[in-house]
């Protein structure tokens, strides 16, 4: 069963801490995303990646950054937590041109900073 | 990117009565995606109905894109308690691998 894994299902971080989080994917796709869920606001983009190495801002860069250093592996960093950044985050993966697979979704990490 | 609206926000039906749900977008796309979120959980995906495409069926689900209103619904008939989740249309710009995904439709279905 093909799958995207985030590492932490839950989390709670300190104001100012540096926090990680980790996408993994099993199916080989180039494309991969991270964005956070809000309540009245819907998802978000904040970065993306075409390929190893390479990283695009999405909508809501600011106070994040990324790392792509494998293709299946995909890292967001807080690069200094702060409590509105305390969100739901969710990573994706897909395939050029999605075709008729869409993106596949992994469970999404439940941050809150305090 | 400018985000699509999903119409009605919420939505509360009973078992068996079918359950649709409207959703507009604002760019020239290359398609459109509908996926589903249970609560606290990741997206799944649905449905893809391209641009040239006017119609789509998935078993129960039932899909139709206007691209002249920029416009797409889901139909899903039959429901059941279990169809009970969020529902969420994503546009993916043309020449763009970015999907840019709508506020979403809660639906509740009443056993």
């Known amino acids: 069963d093909v799958k995207v894994t985030q590492s932490s299902r839950y989390l709670v971080k300190r104001t100012g801490e540096k926090v990680f989080l980790e996408c993994v994917q099993d199916m080989d796709h180039e494309n991969m995303f991270w964005y956070r869920q809000d309540p009245g606001l819907g998802l978000r983009l904040i970065y993306f990646s075409y390929d190893v190495k390479m990283k695009e801002k999405g909508d809501i860069p600011e106070g994040y950054s990324v790392s792509r250093e494998k293709k299946e592996r995909f890292s967001l960093i807080l690069e200094s937590a702060s409590t509105n950044q305390t969100s739901m985050y969710l990573c994706?993966?897909?395939?050029?041109?999605?075709?008729?697979?869409?993106?596949?979704f992994g469970s999404g990490t439940r941050l809150t900073v305090v | 990117s400018q985000q699509g609206e999903e119409d009605p926000q919420a939505l509360s039906i009973q078992e068996g009565e079918n359950a649709t749900m409207n959703c507009s977008y604002k760019t020239s796309i290359n398609n459109l995606q509908w996926y589903r979120q249970n609560s606290g959980r990741g997206l799944v995906h649905l449905i893809l109905?391209?641009?040239?495409?006017r119609e789509k069926h998935s078993g129960r689900l039932r899909v139709t894109l206007d691209t002249s209103k920029k416009s797409s619904s889901l139909l899903i008939t039959a429901s059941r308690a279990a169809d009970t989740a969020s529902y969420f249309c994503a546009s993916e710009g043309a020449g763009s691998y970015q999907l840019t995904f709508g506020k979403g439709t809660k639906l509740s279905v009443i056993p």
């Open positions: 994706a993966s897909s395939a050029p041109g999605t075709g008729n697979y869409g993106y596949t």
């Open positions: 109905i391209r641009s040239n495409e």
